[in-house]
């Protein structure tokens, strides 16, 4: 008895849903069209990536905490004990 009105709600939903996908994917292309005319444009995507490799390379010494490591030599293997 419901399942109409039920089938109904559902493809509303699933309608506004492919309705965002389609304005998300325009605004990306129209963002990509506009980074190839302007070199000075940037677009998230561009941003996202500056961001990522500047964050990567100020937590490099972070992100090695080994590195800084120094055992006393009373723990290191002697000789051929690798």
């Known amino acids: ?16 849903v492919g309705l965002a996908v389609n304005l998300r994917a325009y605004d990306f292309v129209s963002q990509e069209i506009r980074a190839a005319e302007d070199p000075e444009f940037e677009t998230f995507y561009t941003k996202n990536i500056l961001l990522n490799e500047g964050i990567r390379a100020w937590m490099a010494a972070q992100d090695q905490p080994h590195e800084n ?3 006393p030599e009373e723990v290191l293997p002697r000789g051929n004990a690798l």
């Open 1 to 16: 008895m419901l399942f109409v009105p039920v089938t109904g709600l559902w493809m509303s939903a699933v309608g506004v």
């Open 69 to 71: 490591l120094v055992f």
